[in-house]
């Protein structure tokens, strides 16, 4: 399965942006780039994803790099209500599974 | 996007019995899957269930211990079969709309506990 590699952890400061990094070397040219977030005791939340431009939903932006090996997801005005744990996953291209890594979890200081 | 109910939201379970959880969806979906999520750890895929053939299991898990149904195309079931105190876990079940820009959508999750 493909894999992702993310910060344990990461600090942010209510109303200020938060980058969220993801490398992800292995990726092919089929993987999509899936973001997800877990708010305490809730399931999985679908936050973004994008195959190779860069994309904007009314939750957040997702940066992809020219070479595809990394991306970030930036919130663009960090609230209480973003913190989370948040999970950057590849879709291998042809399968409809989702594998998880182990995320980062985001705390949002007031 | 999807909205799916899970059943039971939380069990307490005695050792060598078993749960049956259910998961409903709203609107008739390809794929559902199931993942376990252990104490303070990420997400593991169980199976992935196709309505009208078996399910496929990941490395790891097997039928005889995770047995799932799928009668129809906005339903399923998952057991978790003679349980042990080490399947005390969050279960949920997931579903991807084919063809929505909303991802996949997750239930809110079963959590079981095994005395």
């Known amino acids: 399965d493909a894999k992702t590699t993310q910060p344990n952890s990461m600090e942010s400061n209510e109303e200020e942006p938060v980058h969220l990094p993801c490398n992800h070397s292995t990726i092919s040219g089929t993987d999509y780039i899936h973001w997800y977030r877990q708010l305490p005791s809730q399931g999985p939340e679908y936050v973004i994803h994008?195959?190779?431009s860069n994309v904007n939903n009314r939750m957040a932006s997702l940066a992809i790099a020219e070479d595809r090996k990394s991306s970030t997801l930036i919130l663009h005005r960090a609230t209480l209500r973003d913190a989370a744990v948040y999970y950057c996953?590849?879709?291998?291209?042809?399968?409809?599974?989702?594998?998880f890594g182990k995320g980062t979890k985001l705390t949002v200081n007031p | 996007s999807a909205v799916i109910s899970q059943k039971p939201s939380r069990d307490i379970c005695q050792r060598g019995t078993s749960l049956t959880i259910q998961c409903q969806v709203d609107s008739q979906v390809t794929m559902m899957f199931w993942y376990r999520q252990q104490p303070g750890q990420s997400l593991t895929l169980i199976a992935t269930a196709n309505q009208g053939s078996e399910a496929t299991y990941e490395s790891g898990f097997v039928i005889d211990k995770f047995p799932i149904s799928r009668p129809n195309l906005t339903f399923s079931t998952l057991t978790v079969s003679n349980m042990s105190p080490e399947d005390s876990s969050i279960y949920l079940c997931?579903?991807?709309?084919?063809?929505?820009?909303?991802?996949?959508?997750f239930g809110s999750g079963t959590r079981l506990t095994v005395v």
């Open positions: 997931s579903v991807d709309r084919t063809g929505s820009d909303y991802g996949y959508t």
């Open positions: 996953i590849l879709r291998v291209g042809g399968s409809e599974k989702l594998v």
């Open positions: 994008g195959l190779t």
